[in-house]
């Protein structure tokens, strides 16, 4: 009889990593030209896409900035709410689940 082992290969699933919708929300007072300006700053949006993007806050009340992986979601809300409290705007910008 001979000595052979049979070994198994384990293979490692990779899941991709949660992702997260960063969202702005409407307000009466911070300017359509700053909500314009921080998603071509923050979202690296083309001017174009950054006014249809306001529009939609501005008339749905709520606008996708974009989708991010938790630790990129985080830093887009903490830059756009410090550039927003710099200006004294009372831009809100939050993120949830996909």
Do not use: W
């Not at 702005?24 to 174009?48: A, I």
């Amino acid at each position: 009889m001979s000595d052979t082992a049979t070994k198994t290969r384990s293979q490692t699933a990779t899941r991709t990593p949660p992702r997260y919708k960063v969202l702005l929300l409407n307000d009466d007072y911070t300017p359509m030209d700053f909500v314009v300006e921080v998603l071509m700053r923050y979202f690296k949006k083309s001017k174009l896409e950054a006014t249809r993007i306001m529009l939609q806050v501005h008339h749905a009340g709520v606008g996708v900035a974009g989708v991010y992986p938790f630790e990129i979601a985080e830093t887009k809300v903490n830059q756009v709410m410090a550039a927003a409290s710099a200006e004294g705007h009372p831009l809100q910008c939050t993120m949830e689940p996909e």
